[in-house]
């Protein structure tokens, strides 16, 4: 029944701006835990921003802060990712997860996407 959908990947040049979009079905987004996740070629896969809470607690790595955004519409069921300065380290397959209830970025989530490839370069 969960689903998760991501879009808005793509490449763009070092300090451009993507913003993805998680839209989520079979669920009430307000009682997830909901994140972004990113996993690069030869590197573990890592909490980028989450909403830990339903009271909307919010967590990002520390690369990310001042950077990137996570912002969710319940009207509409999706979460977003406003990634601005982008830097070719930032460059990873990103996933959308979520988890019922209360959960840390930094633990398992239990719902995945399929992924979207953000590939900064120059």
């Known amino acids: 029944q969960v689903q998760l959908v991501e879009s808005g990947g793509g490449l763009v040049q070092p300090g451009g701006s993507l913003r993805l979009s998680c839209a989520a079905s079979?669920?009430?987004?307000?009682?997830?835990?909901i994140g972004w996740f990113r996993q690069a070629p030869g590197k573990e896969r890592e909490g980028v921003s989450c909403?830990?809470?339903?009271?909307?607690?919010?967590y990002y790595a520390d690369s990310v802060k001042g950077r990137f955004t996570i912002s969710r519409d319940n009207i509409k069921n999706t979460v977003y990712l406003q990634m601005n300065s982008l830097k070719p380290e930032d460059s990873a397959v990103y996933y959308c997860?979520?988890?019922?209830?209360?959960?840390?970025?930094?633990?398992?989530?239990?719902?995945w996407g399929q992924g979207t490839q953000v590939t900064v370069s120059s």
């Open positions: 997860a979520t988890a019922q209830g209360e959960r840390l970025c930094s633990e398992e989530y239990d719902y």
């Open positions: 079979g669920f009430t987004l307000d009682y997830y835990a």
């Open positions: 909403i830990e809470s339903r009271d909307g607690v919010l």
